[in-house]
C-alpha cells in the first residue's frame, strides 16, 4: 500500500537550517500533489507549502515565505522541505501528506499521511 515516510527532522538554534524529505512509496501511478503540514502544540494544523506534479510551488504560508522552498523529484517520488532561517515559532511536528492532482492547503483533502517528524528550534 501507498506510503509516505518523513526524515530530516531535529533540534536547531534560531537562524539555522534544515531540510525535510519525504518519501512516497507503493502503487502511485497518477499526477498528484504533495504538501507540507505542521502542527505546534496547542495549535490548529496549518499547511505549510504544497507542491504539484508539475514540480511548481503552489503556495506558503505567509509566515514561511521567503524563509522555506519546497520541491519534488517526480522520478524518485520524493518532496523536500528546506527551512532556512528557523523560528522558535517553526516548532512543530510537520507532516507530508498526497491527493490526487492539485494543490490545497486543507488538510482533510489529503488522502495518505506520514507519521509526522519532530523540528524544534530552541537556544
Not at 526524515?7 to 498528484?32: D, E, I, K, Q, T
Not at 504538501?35 to 503556495?59: I, L, M
Request: with cysteine; net charge neutral; aromatic share 10%.
Amino acid at each position: 500500500q501507498l506510503q509516505l515516510v518523513e526524515s530530516g527532522g531535529g533540534l536547531v538554534h534560531p537562524g539555522g537550517s534544515l531540510r525535510l524529505s519525504c518519501v512516497v512509496s507503493g502503487p502511485n501511478f497518477a499526477s498528484y500533489a504533495l504538501g507540507w503540514f505542521r502542527q505546534a502544540p496547542g495549535k490548529e494544523r496549518e499547511g505549510v507549502s504544497c507542491v504539484n506534479s508539475d514540480q511548481t510551488p503552489t503556495y506558503y504560508i505567509n509566515s514561511v515565505k521567503g524563509r522555506f522552498t519546497i520541491s519534488r523529484d517526480n522520478a524518485k517520488n520524493t518532496t523536500d522541505l528546506t527551512m532556512n532561517d528557523l523560528k522558535p515559532e517553526d516548532t512543530a511536528v510537520y507532516y507530508c501528506a498526497r491527493r490526487y492532482h492539485f494543490c490545497t492547503d486543507k488538510g482533510d483533502l489529503y488522502t495518505h499521511w506520514g507519521q509526522g517528524i519532530q523540528v524544534t528550534v530552541s537556544s
